[in-house]
């Protein structure tokens, strides 16, 4: 992958500024704070990918097996994504906030949330052998 340089930190910066100004706008127009509880998700989202990782066997030159911590990450991973998607949906459904509350923090969320991922794929190192 081609290396990152200053255009893709500026869009990046953008995106997320982008984000965490619909997540928090979805909260105080309607003076409801539930909806920062997505930026949470969010940001811990990536962490038991990241963590679990580290954990995988790497130093085996044919791995044909799955890796069951790899694995559990990933499940964690995905469990706090779609948690971020249906905690609004959820809140909304029970009234504590608005459906255009419930928009702004799913779309604020998602932006956040791959504004994470594009970083570390854009930045991460190249494994040599």
């Known amino acids: 992958m081609a290396t990152a340089g200053l255009k893709t930190i500026i869009a990046l910066s953008f995106v997320l500024a982008i984000g965490f100004l619909l ?19 969010y940001v811990i989202a990536p962490i038991p ?3 679990c990782g580290r954990a995988q066997n790497s130093d085996d030159f044919m791995d044909g097996g799955s890796n069951g911590v790899v694995d559990l990450g990933r499940f964690l991973t995905g469990f706090f994504v779609v ?16 459906y255009p509350a419930m928009i702004m923090s799913i779309i604020g969320g998602l932006l956040i949330y791959g504004t994470i991922i594009s970083f570390t794929m854009f930045f991460q190192e190249e494994q040599e052998f």
Not at 25 to 41: F, G, R
């Open 83 to 98: 948690m971020g998607i249906a905690l609004p949906a959820l809140f909304a459904h029970c009234y504590l906030i608005t």
């Open 23 to 41: 997540v928090i706008l979805s909260s105080a127009l309607w003076k409801n704070y539930l909806t920062l509880l997505v930026v949470a998700t």
């Open 49 to 51: 990918n990241w963590l």
